[in-house]
Structure formats: structure tokens, C-alpha cells
């Protein structure tokens, strides 16, 4: 039953990652260059500011890059430990990727920064880095996709694991560090990345395991 099981897996990993990119592509390209928020956004900041979010600064240095470096890497230990050897490296390489993509490649080729008018003659003021996507969403958003594989399927703690990155989401725009776009942009890149890693390193161990014909094999007669 196993094999099958994973054999039904592999399709929508997949799936998965083709619908992340897509989204994701189709949000990049409605925020590039941007900086102000759009008027979907503007509601949803207005909600936000007024939310109690106690431990807001402790809650976001959780994602930092090393607090998150190590919080990868105890994953992994926790997959190898439960006999999940084959997720546990592609797990910690997605989660790291997925991060280093989002700050030094996507956020400067995008380049949505903060530009709100100031002075008489409405000068735009830039504050602060890019913008999209949030690598701290998407940081949170690999991590829990991580343990979301690691854990069992019936597994109690689920809700907690999906509450994580929400919370991080929250508190990012809160805190005036993102708008919602970046929050979503993180929410899709973080999932997409390590399931590409995931699905791909399952696909070359399947390839690497399968047999090969020998070189000198002849075919008698």
C-alpha cells in the first residue's frame, strides 16, 4: 500500500508546484515596481492595524536567518529521526532556498518599495528595502510545509502548523513591514519551493534506483 500511496503523491506535488508558480507569477507581476498598496490591500491593512498582537517583535525575530536556519535544521533532524532520511535533506535545502530566492533574487527584480508622498510638493519618500514577497512569510510558510510532510497525516498539531505563517502574516503588516500582496507572495513561494525540492529529489532517487541493463548483455538465440 505504501508504493501506491506515494505513487498517487508525486502527480500532486506536482500540481502543486505548477499552480504555485502561476499564482505566484500572476500576483509578482500585478505589484512589480509598485509602492503603494492597491486598493484590495487597503482594507485589509485597516483590519490588521486594529488586531491585539501581543509579541509581535518576538514573533518576527523567529524568521530571521539564522533563528530560521536552526529551526530548518532541527526539522530535519526531527525527518531523520522518524526514519524520513529521503525528505529530510530536500526539506532543509527547499526551506533555505526558498528564503535566499525570496531576498536576493526576487525582491530586487520585482522591487516593490514603500513610497508614500510627503511634503508640500509631494515628494515620494522611499522607506525601507523591497518589499515583495515577505521573506519572513516566506520563511514561516516553508517551515510549515516542512513539518506539515514530516508530521503524520490524522497528526493533532496540523492546525498549529498552518496557524504559524498566518500569524507571521499578521504580524508583518501590523508591524508596517509588508502589505498583504507580500504576505500572499510568501504564502505561495514558501509551499511551492520545498515541494519542488521534495518531489524532485523523490524523482531522482526513483531514477538512481531503477535497474540498468548491462553494457555487455547479449541476446542468445
Known amino acids: 500500500m505504501e508504493p501506491e500511496t506515494t505513487a498517487r503523491a508525486r502527480p500532486f506535488q506536482w500540481t502543486v508546484v505548477a499552480l504555485g508558480v502561476a499564482c505566484f507569477a500572476m500576483l509578482a507581476l500585478s505589484v512589480r515596481h509598485s509602492g503603494t498598496p492597491a486598493s484590495w490591500e487597503r482594507p485589509i491593512i485597516s483590519v490588521v492595524a486594529h488586531l491585539p498582537l501581543p509579541f509581535r517583535d518576538h514573533l518576527s525575530a523567529m524568521f530571521e536567518p539564522i533563528p530560521f536556519a536552526l529551526a530548518a535544521t532541527a526539522l530535519a533532524l526531527v525527518a531523520a529521526a522518524r526514519g524520513r532520511r529521503q525528505l529530510a535533506i530536500p526539506g532543509l535545502g527547499g526551506c533555505l532556498a526558498a528564503v535566499i530566492a525570496a531576498q536576493l533574487v526576487l525582491k530586487p527584480f520585482f522591487d516593490r518599495v514603500r513610497t508614500p508622498v510627503a511634503g508640500v510638493r509631494h515628494h515620494l519618500v522611499y522607506l525601507g528595502g523591497p518589499m515583495f514577497p515577505s521573506a519572513h512569510v516566506t520563511a514561516a510558510a516553508a517551515w510549515a510545509t516542512f513539518a506539515w510532510l514530516i508530521v503524520d497525516q490524522r497528526s493533532r498539531i496540523k492546525p498549529f502548523i498552518v496557524a504559524v505563517p498566518v500569524t507571521i502574516g499578521l504580524v508583518v503588516i501590523s508591524r508596517r513591514m509588508h502589505y498583504p500582496a507580500d504576505v500572499l507572495g510568501g504564502f505561495i513561494l514558501g509551499p511551492t519551493i520545498v515541494y519542488c ?12 534506483g531503477s535497474p540498468r541493463p548491462l553494457a555487455d548483455e547479449r541476446v542468445t538465440v
Open 197 to 208: 525540492t521534495v518531489s524532485a529529489a523523490r524523482v531522482t532517487t526513483r531514477l538512481l
